[in-house]
């Protein structure tokens, strides 16, 4: 491995909590809208992440607004609960607001991204939109410690194609081996970052089995200094 000249990081359920927002959203839908608690939470939420994942991917391209998946999902998710979707609209519309209101960092972003900066290029690879991605970067403070924001609309290619990778190696201005990529993804972050060339280090918030023991993991982003020094390979 060469000099480390460069940190890549995934977004959403990396820096940002998603999970934590996408859950609070969807049981204050669940509670508002009684067609809705035919569904336990717990089966609404896991219908909820597999169609965003689903229609996510079309969002990230820039060929499917936001707003318009969200109301798809919403539609999907009034089917799933043997529901009318008439409300899906209105669901459409409160997942929303509950979903910013609940946003947050994940504990130890900003502190991490602070104590590498100086030491190696940052940049934030990510499936979705520019505008989108570069709000949640300056709403939560991480903005400043950002070198490059390369987004999957700007690319064309979403993680793990390896040109997304491609072109963040080329914004950092770094070979492959002189990179590591950071994110709570096995497929889009891990299995994406080694086909690319460059080292992985998986976020495995969720504690999930391990596929490749061969893998470095963390489970936190804390504490600040154990972590920077697993990303810059102390």
């Known amino acids: 491995m060469g000099v480390l000249r460069a940190a890549l990081f995934d977004l959403d359920d990396t820096l940002v909590d998603h999970l934590h ?19 336990d939470l717990e089966a609404m939420v896991a219908e909820n992440d597999r169609l965003v994942e689903m229609l996510h991917a079309d969002v990230g391209l820039g060929r499917r607004t936001a707003d318009n998946a969200r109301l798809e999902r919403y539609r999907q998710l009034f089917a799933f609960a043997e529901a009318d979707a008439t409300h899906a609209p209105g669901a459409a519309e409160l997942h929303r607001r509950l979903y910013m ?20 290029t940052i940049a934030v690879v990510t499936n979705n939109t520019v ?11 991480l903005a400043q410690f950002v070198d490059a924001l390369v987004t999957s609309e700007e690319v064309g290619a979403a993680k ?10 080329e914004r950092c201005g770094c070979a492959p081996d ?10 889009n972050d891990v299995e994406g970052a080694q086909r ?9 918030r969720r504690a999930m089995p391990v596929p490749d023991p061969a893998v470095d993991a963390v489970m936190s982003l804390e504490p600040t200094q154990a972590v920077a020094d697993r990303i810059l390979g102390s």
């Open 131 to 141: 505008a989108e991605q570069t709000e949640k970067l300056e709403t939560f403070g």
């Open 101 to 120: 209101q609940a946003r947050r960092e994940v504990p130890g972003a900003r502190a991490l991204l602070a104590a590498l900066q100086g030491s190696v």
């Open 178 to 187: 002189a990179a590591v990529m950071v994110g709570d993804s096995w497929r």
């Open 196 to 204: 690319a060339g460059i080292r992985p280090l998986w976020f495995n």
């Open 21 to 39: 927002a996408s859950r609070v959203a969807v049981a204050g839908v669940r509670d508002t809208f009684a067609a809705l608690r035919a569904r």
């Open 160 to 169: 793990p194609d390896g040109a997304i990778f491609a072109r963040a190696l």
